[in-house]
């Protein structure tokens, strides 16, 4: 198929019309695909790399604001939120990982159009989850710089693909609920040893506070407290998830 018109049929299925085509030829461009096009003579063409990156940063931004506006608002005395940070990192991370992109794009049927080598095509990368979660990004990366960096455009944009209302709707208050969930599947993940340790605790017995900390790879990670055992490790949880995040990756 003809790239152009793939364009047509990509512009219809994302809901966004581009002003520079070449963007979102850029954004289906694999590395693999660039380097044969440049062995042929063609040094101009550039992968989709760069955008993904952007777009990872794009896509993160407007689901907090996605976030902020759904679950939060003005007071008085600042900005008052149904959520804390630990369960907004939570369901940011589920809105964002590998899982959620790629099956959006595999629902969108958006993997076809992906221009890839031969060697590349030969092994079926398309399908792989992290090559499409790739496209999900660069994709976003080419509408931002398409519609002038013009976050109200995106934010309109990546709240369709990844439908996060009725997301939030399903999922926002089970997630809020189990910080120690989402460590787990993390962790799990990612094959990171992780365990939790009762530290202390204090007070009377009738209201009595616990503190534990979590650990992964016996290293301290972050402690929390609650009014039980339960509640402290799931603050402990809650505290871990984003600080690991940054560290071994969303």
């Not at 609920?177 to 460590?183: G, K, M, Q, R």
């Amino acid at each position: 198929m003809e790239f152009q018109q793939a364009i047509k049929e990509i512009e219809e299925i994302i809901g966004y019309h581009f002003k520079d085509p070449s963007l979102l030829r850029q954004a289906f461009t694999r590395k693999s695909y660039c380097n044969e096009a440049r062995q042929a003579g063609n040094r101009q063409i550039q992968s989709n790399e760069v955008l993904e990156f952007c777009g990872d940063s794009v896509l993160s931004a407007a689901i907090i604001s996605i976030l902020m506006e759904k679950c939060s608002n003005r007071a008085a005395f600042g900005l008052s939120t149904e959520l804390d940070e630990g369960s907004f990192t939570v369901i940011k991370s589920n809105l964002t990982n590998k899982t959620m992109l790629s099956q959006r794009i595999g629902e969108l049927g958006l993997e076809k159009y992906l221009l890839v080598g031969r060697g590349d095509a030969s092994r079926g990368i398309i399908n792989q989850p992290s090559v499409m979660e790739d496209l999900f990004e660069s994709i976003i990366g080419a509408v931002y710089f398409d519609c002038g960096k013009d976050m109200r455009v995106m934010i309109e944009l990546i709240g369709r693909l990844l439908d996060t209302e009725e997301y939030l709707k399903k999922n926002a208050v089970r997630q809020a609920a189990s910080p120690y969930n989402a460590l787990q599947e993390f962790c799990q993940a990612r094959k990171l040893p992780f365990s939790f340790s009762e530290i202390e605790h204090f007070g009377p017995e009738h209201e009595r506070t616990y503190v534990f900390a979590c650990y992964v790879h016996d290293e301290l990670i972050a402690r929390g407290q609650g009014g039980s055992g339960a509640k402290a490790k799931a603050a402990a949880a809650a505290a871990a998830l984003p600080l690991l995040m940054e560290k071994y990756g969303k």
